[in-house]
């Protein structure tokens, strides 16, 4: 309790606050300080003066504590403490950095006494020690502008330096330009390894970033496996090529993480600015888009912005847009192709596939529709739909008669999949044991507990599980081994081509089916479509069949009725053909010395079917160019209405032809479909690569 202090106890007062005062002064938080009348220091406390001098400082003014006496404070306007003290003005929060050492900082306060007679005698004041202030500061504009893990600049900061970028370029009269790219694979390791393994593997691509690009420009992270370099003074093709094939050789070499050793890549979307007064945003916005088509075209690549890459994006956006509404509004359908046993020649069950008939575009194929569904999120509102319908469609067959439903690595990886599949059948009343989930190696890349616990809760309610398109993706013999599947799909890729000469398929379906049996899983042959395809996979012991030799897939009155059927007849092609690919190209023919402009309609290995006016003869050889090396000597093996069969008299590589007019653009690839009708849909149903689905 505070009590009044009179005039006799003025020397017990005085005495006790320099008591208190020389405590403050111990604890160091706070110091004090006086100066004669020229700014020489006449008083220091001995705390500070200890501290100064291990950093070899010896002040004699108050000036030289510091390392520069002008205050960071906004309310100081600059002005310095050498100012304050020659003007005799009082000043409060000076805040200024101690000389010798980056860490320590104070708030000065001070102004002037006088003697009795109100001479000046000096200044005389005292200091606040900010030195965890300051260094919360620091950590808080750390936190703000640079990544916490790499150190690296984060998105905003690295947003700002493109934005600086481009006004700079403006006043030059040069372009800068920006990348973005993200890791391949990055989330298997992450789910594999764990988290604080993907941190470690993030620091250890970091600095393999920073040293290439090697001071050319800036290296940011803009969160998770995404990255941002930011050149502002390179805008050449070619160099920005060269530094672009360099992050992805050097990225994908093998990193050492605790004893494991972890193989990545990366995907890299490059945009330069041009006199467009685009913003960082556009800037950033394009080389998405960039990145988007170099994972398109297979990763480990990289691509430049092109200006048709808008038009795909909106023709995407309007695509899931229209995916949304058809939902809403019942666009889409089911389709079922018949499954058929090998040596009995019954009906055992249908694939269900789905299809969608847009109100304005008419039949949409599922390869343009279900990588948009898969990469928006609509893919589990769609499975969901096709589950359940499909269930309720199934019950109505006989007990025989199983359905098999395509699962997205999408859905597969929801824990919810388990409980829809079991809310599915019993709205349905559908036994477990009739329905058939297929899944390809894509879901399993990610094998994890869960992925593992959900295939054991599926096989539980009696579901049966197919590994789909078996030997198209990683084929990883480790799955057969540890995940009971109830039967493995044999790729129509397989089956097509497998009884012309000198194809190797034969061996290797020989393989699975003999693999299959020893793991006690049944085997189907997918795409079978002709009758010596069908002698051969019955020969080589596949337990099913799945083909246009047994009908197309058809809607669910059509199915029913199959159903209560009695067996199935085959009808087909008597022999295999190579398989045709359609395009529209234009070529040159010569026949007798004569030579005409000529447009193909479709192209196999074998053979091609031409567009002519020549008046050719069945039997005579023709020379074709279209834009091969090498002109093609053909046999004329039928005329019709215009148009002449060609066969080859050498086999040709078919993807020569295919890539050489492939635009690799989504653009190209979608119109394609949108344009087709629905008989002219060559796949019964989606064939996704896994690696296509991880890219996204």
Request: glycine share 8%; hydrophobic share 40%.
């Amino acid at each position: 309790m505070s009590r009044f202090i009179g005039a006799g106890d003025a020397g017990l007062a005085e005495s006790q606050a320099a008591r208190l005062l020389a405590k403050y002064e111990e604890k160091g938080k706070g110091w004090f300080w006086a100066t004669h009348r020229d700014g020489s220091l006449s008083y220091l406390s001995a705390k500070i003066s200890s501290t100064m001098a291990t950093f070899g400082v010896y002040p004699a003014n108050l000036s030289d504590l510091v390392d520069s006496d002008t205050s960071l404070a906004e309310e100081a306007s600059e002005r310095s403490l050498s100012f304050y003290i020659a003007s005799r003005i009082p000043f409060d929060g000076l805040v200024l950095k101690a000389k010798g050492d980056d860490d320590l900082w104070w708030s000065l306060t001070g102004g002037p006494y006088h003697d009795e007679a109100g001479r000046y005698c000096g200044f005389v004041g005292f200091a606040v020690d900010l030195t965890d202030q300051k260094n919360s500061e620091i950590k808080l504009l750390q936190l703000a502008r640079f990544d916490s893990l790499t150190s690296l600049a984060n998105r905003e900061t690295m947003r700002q330096a493109l934005e600086n970028s481009l006004v700079s370029c403006a006043h030059r009269k040069q372009r800068c330009a920006t990348m973005i790219l993200d890791l391949d694979r990055f989330k298997l390791v992450n789910d594999t390894f764990g988290h604080l393994m993907g941190d470690q593997l993030l620091k250890a691509v970091s600095e393999r970033l920073v040293n290439t690009v090697a001071g050319r420009g800036q290296v940011g992270r803009l969160g998770g496996d995404e990255f941002q370099l930011v050149f502002a003074d390179i805008c050449e093709e070619d160099i920005l090529s060269t530094i672009a094939a360099d992050i992805i050789y050097t990225l994908s070499q093998p990193y050492i993480i605790k004893t494991q050793l972890i193989t990545i890549g990366t995907s890299i979307g490059i945009a330069t600015s041009d006199y467009d007064h685009r913003s960082a945003i556009d800037l950033i916005r394009d080389a998405d888009l960039a990145l988007y088509a170099a994972k398109a075209a297979g990763k480990g690549t990289y691509r430049f912005f092109a200006s048709e890459m808008h038009e795909q994006a909106l023709l995407r956006q309007q695509i899931e847009e229209d995916m949304q509404r058809a939902l809403e509004r019942g666009e889409f359908h089911l389709a079922y192709q018949p499954v058929i046993d090998t040596q009995s020649n019954a009906l055992a069950g249908f694939e269900a596939l789905v299809r969608w008939t847009h109100s304005v575009r008419g039949v949409m194929s599922p390869a343009v529709f279900i990588p948009i569904a898969e990469e928006s999120g609509l893919i589990n509102e769609l499975g969901e739909w096709v589950l359940r319908t499909a269930c309720i469609e199934a019950a109505k067959w006989p007990s025989s008669v199983s359905v098999a439903v395509n699962i997205s690595p999408v859905q597969f990886s929801s824990q919810a999949l388990p409980t829809l599949v079991t809310s599915a059948l019993a709205y349905a009343g559908l036994p477990a044991d009739r329905l058939e989930l297929e899944i390809t190696e894509g879901a399993l890349l990610n094998d994890t507990a869960k992925t593992r616990a959900a295939i054991a809760t599926l096989k539980g309610l009696g579901v049966k599980i197919a590994l789909d398109d078996f030997g198209t993706g990683y084929s990883s013999l480790g799955y057969l081994k540890t995940i009971p599947f109830d039967k493995i799909k044999i790729d129509q890729s397989f089956i097509k081509g497998a009884t012309l000469r000198g194809s190797n398929n034969i061996p290797i379906i020989k393989a699975i089916v003999g693999l299959a049996n020893d793991l006690g899983m049944i085997t189907t042959a997918e795409g079978v479509e002709t009758e010596d395809q069908l002698a051969l996979v019955r020969e080589l012991g596949c337990t099913l069949i799945q083909g246009y030799i047994y009908g197309r897939p058809m809607d669910a009155y059509s199915a029913m009725n199959r159903a209560q059927g009695n067996g199935s007849a085959a009808s087909g092609h008597r022999n295999d053909r190579a398989e045709r690919r359609r395009l529209i190209r234009a070529g040159q023919i010569t026949a007798r010395a004569t030579s005409e402009a000529v447009r193909l309609r479709n192209i196999s290995c074998t053979g091609a079917m031409v567009e002519t006016s020549l008046p050719l003869q069945i039997g005579e050889v023709v020379s074709l160019e279209i834009g091969l090396l090498e002109p093609l000597d053909a046999d004329v093996r039928w005329i019709k209405d215009g148009r002449a069969g060609l066969k080859f008299m050498e086999p040709i590589d078919i993807e020569e032809i295919l890539l050489s007019k492939s635009k690799a653009s989504f653009k190209a690839f979608v119109p394609e479909y949108l344009s087709k009708d629905s008989s002219d849909l060559y796949a019964d149903k989606v064939r996704l690569d896994p690696r296509t689905l991880n890219r996204r």
